[in-house]
């Protein structure tokens, strides 16, 4: 008998695993643990391993190294008990297209204990499709496929939600509409959601968490926030008429200042900024805008990983 899993601890812990296929290393001693009701996104550049990493979680993959726990048990010892706790999309959500979505998940619910018409209306109306539900899916929109795809996956009330690249092929609209729902998700149902997507400025605004990882490695992971704030300092563009001239009086202060088109990128603190635009205009420099000048997701990524290429 195993210990009961602590309801504190994270929903996954990934320890030191490693895959091996013949004498090639795809994923190298890598561990990372995933927090109860956040969205955590997975990023890394062509290869990094995010899929590989993901086919363990669930199952899909044998592990070569290590273990990976989901709600406590082990995916190595105690598989059927850890994947209880999962709700996956690998690639494409695949459907029945003659079916009804409602009698898509009717027959799926089928294959599960326990699950009745009133667990399959709640996540009907959770992934809001209520009033398309009974049309058949050949007629959804791609983005539609992926909300159906995800009310499948929580059938079953699972405490993780793995999305692998949930975005591709949706447009702009259907894709704010699955970053809507997922944060519904956490919020609503404390479920936890890890994605993995190329799309960095969608990861930004949709993330909680991201880790990084590079050749089958952990690079880095920290909260969406870590990565756009820079501390105490802030990143501030001055638009002015001489850039050259504002330069060489920051830089006798001592300062750390660059050109971006024709504007001053200075990191002050928020105090400082009001002191600067009077020094600007004391010196005969006229300021047209100042404004924040903080680093996206995407500049950090391409700053720790070497500007490499991403999926």
Known sequence: MSALPDKHAPIVEVDSI??????????DKLSFQVPRGEVFGFLGPNGAGKTTTIRMMVGLMSISVGDIRIGGYSIRTHFEQAIRHVGAIVENPEMYKFLSGYNNLVHYARMLPGIGEERIQEVIDLVG????????????????????GIAQALLHKPSVLILDEPTNGL???GIRELRDHL????????????VSSHLLAEMELMCDRVAIIQNGRLVDVRLIKEYTQEGAKQRVLFEVDAPVQAQQLAQQQGLSVEIIEDSLVMSVDKQEIAAWNRRFVEAGIAVYGIRKSTKTLEDQFLEVTGSESIV
Do not use: F, W
Not at 183 to 194: A, F, H, N
């Open 171 to 173: 447009d702009p609209a």
């Open 183 to 194: 944060r519904k998700l956490t919020r609503d149902e404390g479920i936890s959601v890890i």
């Open 129 to 148: 499709m209520s009033n398309r539900i009974h049309d058949k899916v050949k007629t959804y929109s791609l983005g539609m496929r992926q909300r159906l």
């Open 18 to 27: 490693s895959k091996r296929i013949g004498s090639k290393t795809i994923i």
